[in-house]
Antibody, heavy 119, light 106 residues
């Protein structure tokens, strides 16, 4: 069974940094492209970042470019999102998701980890 | 960026009623994907590549469309179908989602 378990969320002050993790199991992590997607409280879904299976290709949503860094450790079956210069508008539930890149749909989602940016 | 506009934003349907949700793209896309999100849970893949049902999705659901206009149809509304449905395009970066349609039980 595919499982994605996010962690690392919490309350952080504006301007500070936070690193999220997503541990994968039930599939060969190193074979799959991964993403972060977020959802602000009561709002819709927003794609954040993509990383290829071997980390050769990385893409970000424009508003996250330069502040967020996606990475992965295939030996640890873990996906990361390093977030810096956090703003109140980054407050959201952050999901990791496995993407199927034939036509780019998100096959599996984690349960999410909540990031709250507030002073 | 391709903007996806879903309509209606909210709707209510009675059990047995036929329901159609629409998703319009600001530019042509090759496929549309749909997700169901029940309250307090993660989104689930529901329909991929416009018309293919994800594993476990009842066959009262169907998807159709092309170019800039896509739809998700429920042939006969059931209680368990009450949820928010999001469309998503993967044709070009940034991948984008629609704002969602909240479907309630009447």
């Amino acid at each position: 069974e595919v499982q994605l378990v996010e962690s690392g969320g919490g309350l952080v002050q504006p301007g500070r940094s936070l690193k999220l993790s997503c541990v994968a199991s039930g599939f060969t992590f190193s074979n799959y492209e991964m993403n972060w997607i977020r959802q602000a409280p009561g709002k819709g879904l927003e794609w954040v970042a993509y990383i290829s299976s071997g980390s050769s290709y990385i893409y970000y949503a424009e508003t996250m470019k330069g502040r967020f860094t996606i990475s992965r450790d295939n030996a640890k079956n873990t996906l990361y999102l390093q977030m810096t210069s956090l703003r109140s508008e980054d407050t959201a539930l952050y999901y990791c998701a496995r993407v199927i890149t034939t036509t780019n749909w998100f096959a599996y989602w984690g349960q999410g980890t909540l990031v709250t940016v507030s002073s | 960026e391709i903007v996806l506009t879903q309509s209606p934003t909210t709707m209510a349907a009675s059990p047995g009623e036929k329901v159609t949700l629409t998703c319009r793209a600001s530019s042509s896309v090759s496929y549309m994907h749909w997700y169901q999100q029940r309250s307090g849970t993660s989104p689930k893949l529901w329909i991929y590549e416009t018309s293919k049902l994800a594993s476990g999705v009842p066959n009262r659901f169907s998807g159709s469309g092309s170019g800039t206009s896509y739809s998700l149809t429920i042939n006969s509304m059931e209680t368990e179908d009450a949820a928010t449905y999001y469309c998503q395009q993967g044709s070009s970066y940034p991948w984008t989602f629609g704002g969602g349609t909240k479907l309630e039980l009447k």
